[in-house]
């Protein structure tokens, strides 16, 4: 019996020895190597569930953006709708500043022919009417989070590693998010997301990741509202890496363009 | 569209966009842009075509430069802006939001960026007129009858500087505009007095109508307090009579010239706020005061002063034609988009401060398949019975009701 008990401890101890920290899964993630710029086309679909039947309405929209490794900035961004005709035109400029700054971000309404500067404080407001909050868009710098290993998993086909991530400060809507992470490629492939009365309210699936030269790609992004069964796709039509897109894409004027 | 009047569901018969077309082509650095629109009329079922923007647009990496038939913006606040001068309106538009209710005016534009700096010039050679309507029953602020303007612009060259930064949080916008008013006003008198014989049909005072010079110094302001937007924007008009060069011809003994030296100021504060779920709310107070009013009546031939007596109220020819409404207004809008974009509701209340008198409108936009649009809109005035010249009791009868179906290719 004791000997039993020691080999199912030598098993258990050289099982959790051999998992890496979640710290660890979390940083080789964020050491994936990323492009300097992207351009990317995609389309947007709004899913609504009424009577039993879905009703889709779509977007499409094209979005610059650009790292900065130095200098104020951490990145600038330009999003820019091309379908509908109705809002055809309508554009977002973001400044992301390093330190606790605030975001600078420009508003182009076309039938105003007017470029407003906007604050968007709300981090939990929904982006453009879809599921996806601007915090989720913004994305998360790894020590924003405490990580905690809960074990492996498969999903959408993949072994992934389970974690846990823990904001440390406060400002995030979420108490906490649950995230699946790709053992072989570290790549994000699905993050569950719980509010502050730690009910799991909103999942982001990203079944499809494509290797285009050096980067991945996730050319599919299903972010699923449980409170009223909408969820939002969004699905990548074209991109494009390192163009050595000019700082002057990521101005007024080039946000009145169109 | 179609738009029935509330109080007797007859229908309101004005000019309406039966469609617009935008063309652009972009080559590099150069965008080539016309905005055309057709007007039609169910009364006459008349149509007209109407070239309101073309231009070439440059745009390098220090700035960007217009050229051609442009409607320009300035400002801060949503409409209404005091200091956005540089473009005649569309009187037969002026409830319609944003470039619609403006006429396009050839000029030259260019915006240089200098590090936290935006200034931006413009150029218009040739003065170009509100358009205002005339004889127009079913519009209450109508004239009876197009005036002749007896006098034209002396100066046609209008030119306008705006420079704009960002200090901590806040965008802040300095300009100034040199021009000629956009509604015309009244510039010399002739007049007949009692003891000369003239048949009674004949008029005893002729009114004759020119353009003021007018100069606006503009400021406006952008800044964020908390999760609120607070816009604001002043301007400061000095307007003065143009010097008539009058012809030895043209001079008569019964014409008097009417010299008018004036400061009036207009400004606008707007909040603003987004809730969570999208529904942006926002007041504006509206206000406009005359200040120093200098005017002098003199005989066109001998230059001697005489004492006519003030003609009219003080009317401005420049700056937001809501001014016209009341002295004090506060405007509060909402608009929210529901059923992932297919449903649009908007809700605005225009309440004068000054006397009595308010303005309500609200509209439901349907969006059943993409690009198209069904709008049911309804705009209520309610003025004062015991004040028959506010544009607010003016205007009760254009309450009206509108639909539309808008199709978008």
């Given at each position: 019996?004791?000997?039993?008990?020691?080999?199912?401890?030598?098993?258990?101890?050289?099982?959790?020895?051999?998992?890496?920290?979640?710290?660890?899964?979390?940083?080789?993630?964020?050491?994936?190597?990323?492009?300097?710029?992207?351009?990317?086309?995609?389309?947007?679909?709004?899913?609504?569930?009424?009577?039993?039947?879905?009703?889709?309405?779509?977007?499409?929209?094209?979005?610059?953006?650009?790292?900065?490794?130095?200098?104020?900035?951490?990145?600038?961004?330009?999003?820019?709708f091309?379908?509908p005709k109705e809002v055809m035109g309508t554009g977002?400029?973001?400044?992301?500043?390093?330190?606790?700054?605030?975001?600078?971000?420009?508003l182009y309404l076309p039938a105003l022919k007017k470029v407003k500067?906007?604050?968007?404080?709300?981090?939990?407001?929904?982006?453009?009417?879809?599921?996806?909050?601007?915090?989720?868009?913004?994305?998360?710098?790894?020590?924003?989070?405490?990580?905690?290993?809960?074990?492996?998993?498969?999903?959408?086909?993949?072994?992934?590693?389970?974690?846990?991530?823990?904001?440390?400060?406060?400002?995030?809507?979420?108490?906490?998010?649950?995230?699946?992470?790709?053992?072989?490629?570290?790549?994000?492939?699905?993050?569950?997301?719980?509010?502050?009365?730690?009910?799991?309210?909103?999942?982001?699936?990203?079944?499809?990741?494509?290797?285009?030269?050096?980067?991945?790609?996730?050319?599919?992004?299903?972010?699923?509202?449980?409170?009223?069964?909408?969820?939002?796709?969004?699905?990548?039509?074209?991109?494009?890496?390192?163009?050595?897109?000019?700082?002057?894409?990521?101005?007024?004027?080039?946000?009145k363009?169109n | 569209m179609v738009m029935?009047?509330?109080?007797?569901?007859?229908?309101i018969n004005l000019p309406f966009r039966i469609m617009s077309l935008d063309l652009g082509?972009?080559?590099?650095?150069?965008?080539?842009k016309t905005v055309s629109a057709v007007e039609y009329r169910y009364?006459?079922?008349k149509s007209s075509y109407n070239l309101r923007e073309a231009y070439?647009a440059?745009?390098?990496?220090?700035?960007?430069?217009k050229?051609g038939k442009l409607i320009h913006v300035w400002g801060a606040v949503d409409g209404n802006n005091p200091t956005d001068n540089l473009n005649p309106y569309d009187y037969y538009y002026l409830f319609k939001q944003g470039v619609g209710q403006k006429i396009g005016t050839w000029s030259?534009s260019?915006?240089?960026?200098?590090?936290?700096?935006?200034?931006?010039?413009i150029?218009i050679?040739?003065?170009e007129v509100n358009r205002i309507p005339?004889?127009e029953?079913d519009y209450?602020l109508a004239?009876?009858?197009?005036?002749?303007?007896?006098?034209?612009?002396?100066?046609?060259?209008?030119?306008?500087?705006?420079?704009?930064?960002?200090?901590?949080?806040?965008?802040?916008?300095?300009?100034?505009?040199?021009?000629?008013?956009r509604t015309?006003?009244?510039?010399?008198?002739?007049?007949?007095?009692?003891?000369?014989?003239?048949?009674?049909?004949?008029?005893?005072?002729?009114?004759?109508?020119?353009?003021?010079?007018?100069?606006?110094?503009?400021?406006?302001?952008?800044?964020?307090?908390?999760?609120?937007?607070?816009r604001?924007e002043?301007?400061?008009?000095?307007?003065?009579?143009?010097?008539?060069?009058?012809?030895?011809?043209?001079?008569?003994?019964?014409?008097?010239?009417?010299?008018?030296?004036?400061?009036?100021?207009?400004?606008v504060?707007q909040?603003?706020?987004?809730?969570?779920?999208?529904?942006n709310?926002s007041?504006q107070?509206i206000?406009?005061?005359?200040?120093?009013?200098?005017?002098?009546?003199?005989?066109?031939?001998?230059?001697?002063?005489?004492?006519?007596?003030?003609?009219?109220?003080?009317?401005?020819?420049m700056g937001t034609p809501f001014a016209m409404f009341?002295?004090?207004?506060?405007i509060?809008s909402s608009s929210?988009v529901?059923?992932?974009?297919?449903?649009e509701l908007k809700g605005n209340?225009m309440?004068?401060?000054?006397?009595?008198?308010?303005m309500?409108s609200a509209s439901v936009g349907?969006s059943?398949?993409?690009n198209w649009k069904f709008e049911l809109g309804l705009v209520?005035f309610?003025?004062?019975?015991?004040?028959?010249?506010?544009?607010?009791?003016?205007m009760?009868?254009f309450?009206h009701t509108r639909l539309g179906l808008y199709y978008n290719f």
């Open positions: 019996m004791i000997r039993y008990a020691q080999i199912l401890f030598l098993l258990i101890s050289s099982f959790l020895l051999a998992q890496p920290s979640a710290r660890s899964v979390m940083e080789k993630m964020d050491q994936i190597q990323k492009p300097m710029d992207v351009q990317t086309h995609l389309k947007m679909t709004l899913i609504s569930l009424k009577g039993g039947k879905e009703r889709r309405r779509s977007r499409e929209l094209i979005s610059f953006e650009k790292r900065y490794e130095d200098g104020k900035f951490k990145s600038k961004s330009l999003l820019r091309s379908q977002f400029l973001t400044w992301d500043r390093l330190g606790s700054k605030p975001d600078d971000q420009w500067r906007i604050r968007t404080n709300e981090k939990g407001r929904s982006f453009m009417g879809t599921d996806f909050s601007y915090e989720d868009l913004s994305g998360r710098d790894l020590d924003a989070d405490k990580y905690e290993l809960l074990g492996v998993d498969i999903i959408h086909g993949t072994d992934c590693y389970k974690i846990r991530a823990n904001p440390i400060e406060k400002g995030s809507q979420y108490s906490w998010r649950i995230l699946w992470v790709d053992k072989k490629h570290s790549l994000m492939k699905r993050v569950e997301f719980f509010n502050k009365k730690e009910i799991m309210f909103k999942i982001l699936d990203i079944p499809d990741h494509v290797k285009n030269g050096d980067y991945w790609t996730a050319t599919k992004m299903i972010m699923k509202n449980l409170k009223n069964n909408h969820r939002t796709e969004l699905t990548v039509l074209k991109v494009k890496y390192d163009q050595d897109l000019k700082d002057n894409v990521f101005t007024e004027s080039f946000l363009r | 029935t009047r509330t109080s007797d569901q007859s229908q082509y972009t080559v590099g650095s150069l965008d080539i009364d006459s079922s070439l440059y745009y390098p990496e220090w700035g960007e430069v050229f030259f260019s915006k240089l960026y200098f590090g936290n700096y935006q200034v931006e010039g150029f050679p040739k003065h005339y004889g029953k209450p004239l009876p009858i197009e005036p002749r303007i007896e006098y034209p612009v002396q100066d046609e060259i209008e030119i306008g500087i705006r420079i704009q930064t960002s200090i901590g949080e806040a965008d802040f916008g300095v300009s100034i505009f040199k021009g000629n008013d015309p006003s009244i510039s010399t008198i002739k007049y007949y007095p009692s003891d000369i014989d003239i048949p009674d049909s004949y008029e005893k005072i002729i009114p004759q109508l020119g353009y003021r010079a007018t100069t606006v110094w503009g400021l406006d302001f952008v800044t964020f307090i908390g999760d609120f937007t607070l604001g002043g301007a400061i008009f000095k307007t003065q009579s143009s010097i008539l060069k009058l012809n030895l011809f043209e001079i008569q003994t019964n014409l008097y010239e009417l010299y008018q030296d004036i400061v009036y100021s207009q400004f504060l909040g603003e706020y987004t809730t969570v779920s999208d529904i709310l007041a107070l206000g406009n005061k005359v200040g120093e009013e200098n005017y002098e009546w003199y005989h066109s031939s001998s230059k001697e002063l005489v004492n006519f007596p003030k003609l009219d109220k003080f009317r401005p020819g009341s002295e004090l207004a506060l509060l929210g529901l059923m992932d974009d297919r449903l209340a309440i004068n401060l000054d006397k009595k008198g308010t309500f349907y059943p398949w993409i209520q309610k003025g004062d019975k015991d004040d028959l010249e506010s544009a607010f009791t003016k009760e009868d309450s």
